[in-house]
Nanobody, 128 residues
C-alpha cells in the first residue's frame, strides 16, 4: 500500500519561498501520477500541480503558473513543490496525491477523484 507524507510547510512572508516535500513509502513511484492540491479554510480542495513520473510532463493551475514548480526525485521516491513569490492567498493546507493512471488532460488531473492516495497535508501560511 502506498503511503504519502508531506513536509516543509510553515509561516513565510509575502513574496517568500517554501519547498514542500512528499515522501512515498510502500511502493516506488516510477509509474505514478503525482499531484499537489491545497485547501483553504471554508473552501474546496483545489488543484495546484501534477507530474507524470516517467516522462516528467507537468501541469499547473493558472493561479500558480510561473511561481510554483513540481519535480520528482526517483532516488528519494519523492516529489517536491517549489513555491516562490508566495502570496497571502496561497495560504492553505497542501496535500500530496498519487494515482497509477495518467490522463493527459488537465481537467482529469485537476479532479480530486482522479487520485487514490493522499497524504495528511502540510500547512502553508503566508503573512502580508
Amino acid at each position: 500500500q502506498l503511503q504519502l507524507a508531506e513536509s516543509g510547510g510553515g509561516l513565510v512572508q509575502d513574496g517568500g519561498s517554501l519547498r514542500l516535500s512528499c515522501a512515498a513509502s510502500g511502493r516506488t513511484l516510477s509509474s505514478y501520477t503525482m499531484g499537489w492540491f491545497r485547501q483553504a479554510p471554508g473552501k474546496e480542495r483545489e488543484f495546484v500541480a501534477a507530474i507524470r513520473w516517467g516522462v516528467g510532463t507537468t501541469y499547473y493551475a493558472d493561479s500558480v503558473k510561473g511561481r510554483f514548480t513540481i519535480s520528482r526525485d526517483s532516488s528519494r521516491n519523492s516529489v517536491y513543490l517549489q513555491m516562490n513569490s508566495l502570496k497571502p492567498e496561497d495560504t492553505a493546507l497542501y496535500y500530496c496525491a498519487a494515482d497509477q493512471r495518467w490522463v493527459d488532460l488537465i481537467s482529469w488531473l485537476a479532479r480530486t477523484s482522479s487520485y487514490n492516495y493522499w497524504g495528511q497535508g502540510t500547512q502553508v501560511t503566508v503573512s502580508s
